[in-house]
C-alpha cells in the first residue's frame, strides 16, 4: 500500500517564475486535498477534488493559483508569476471513497517551495 | 477562519513521563482526528474518531472523542525521544463531508 507522493520535495525559483507541483494519491481514494503550510501553523485549505472534479476552492487562493485533476487522479497545483508570499510548504492529502462515513486524510512527504 | 483550541502550545517533558493534551471547539464536530509532523515532513495521521466517547489507542498513543462532541484528549504514555515532533488535532464539522479544522499544534520537545 503506497501512501500519498509528491514531486518535488523541494524547488527553488525565482520571483515572477512559474512553478508545478504534483500529487499522487493513495490509488483507491477519490477525494484529493492540497493545502499551504507556513512554519508555526497548522495547514490551511486551499482546493477539493472528488475525482475529476474541483468542488470548493479557498477565497485565499489567489487568481495565480490553479490545480488540476484531469483523470481524477494524480493532480497538479500550479502557482504563476510566483512571489515572495508564496515560500511555504505545499502538502497534498487523499482521503477513502465518499460514501465510505471515513473521513480521514492521508497527507503526502510535502513540496516545499522557496521564492528568492 | 475558525480554529479548534488546542493546547498546550508546547511541552517540555522528560523522557519516560505521561503526556497529555487536547482540543475544544464551541461547535459540534463529527469526527476528530490526530496528526503528528516532524520538520520538513508532511503530518501523519495517528487517530481518527468517530463516535461520541469512543476510545481508541495506537500502540503508546490513546485518543478519545469527547462525550459533548466539542473536544478530544490525546495520551502518549511513556515518551521517547522519537515523539518528539508537532501534534495537531482537526476536527470535521457535522455539516461538512469533507472540510478539516485545525489546532494550533502542540510542540512536543524532550529535555535531554
Known amino acids: 500500500d503506497t501512501g500519498v507522493s509528491q514531486d518535488p520535495r523541494h524547488k527553488i525559483t525565482k520571483r515572477g517564475q512559474n512553478v508545478t507541483f504534483r500529487c499522487d494519491p493513495i490509488s483507491e481514494h477519490n477525494r484529493l486535498y492540497w493545502y499551504r503550510q507556513t512554519l508555526g501553523q497548522g495547514p490551511e485549505f486551499l482546493t477539493y477534488?472528488?475525482?475529476?472534479?474541483?468542488?470548493?476552492k479557498s477565497r485565499l487562493l489567489s487568481d495565480r493559483f490553479s490545480a488540476e485533476r484531469p483523470k481524477g487522479s494524480f493532480s497538479t497545483l500550479e502557482i504563476q508569476r510566483t512571489e515572495q508570499g508564496d515560500s511555504a510548504m505545499y502538502l497534498c492529502?487523499?482521503?477513502?471513497?465518499?460514501?465510505?462515513?471515513?473521513?480521514?486524510?492521508?497527507f503526502g512527504p510535502g513540496t516545499r517551495l522557496t521564492v528568492t | 477562519g475558525q480554529q479548534l483550541n488546542q493546547s498546550p502550545q508546547s511541552m517540555f517533558i522528560q523522557e519516560g513521563e505521561d503526556v497529555s493534551m487536547n482540543c475544544t471547539s464551541s461547535?459540534?464536530?463529527?469526527?476528530w482526528l490526530w496528526y503528528k509532523q516532524d520538520p520538513g515532513e508532511g503530518p501523519v495521521l495517528l487517530i481518527a474518531l468517530y463516535k461520541a466517547g469512543e476510545l481508541t489507542s495506537n500502540g503508546r498513543l490513546t485518543a478519545q472523542f469527547g462525550i459533548t462532541r466539542k473536544d478530544s484528549f490525546l495520551n502518549i504514555s511513556a515518551s521517547i525521544p522519537s515523539d518528539v515532533g508537532i501534534y495537531f488535532c482537526a476536527g470535521r464539522h457535522m455539516d461538512s463531508n469533507y472540510q478539516l479544522i485545525w489546532g494550533a499544534g502542540t510542540k512536543l520537545i524532550i529535555k535531554p
Open positions: 461547535s459540534i464536530f463529527n469526527t
Open positions: 477534488f472528488q475525482n475529476e472534479a474541483q468542488l470548493e
Open positions: 492529502a487523499s482521503s477513502p471513497q465518499s460514501g465510505t462515513g471515513r473521513y480521514e486524510q492521508y
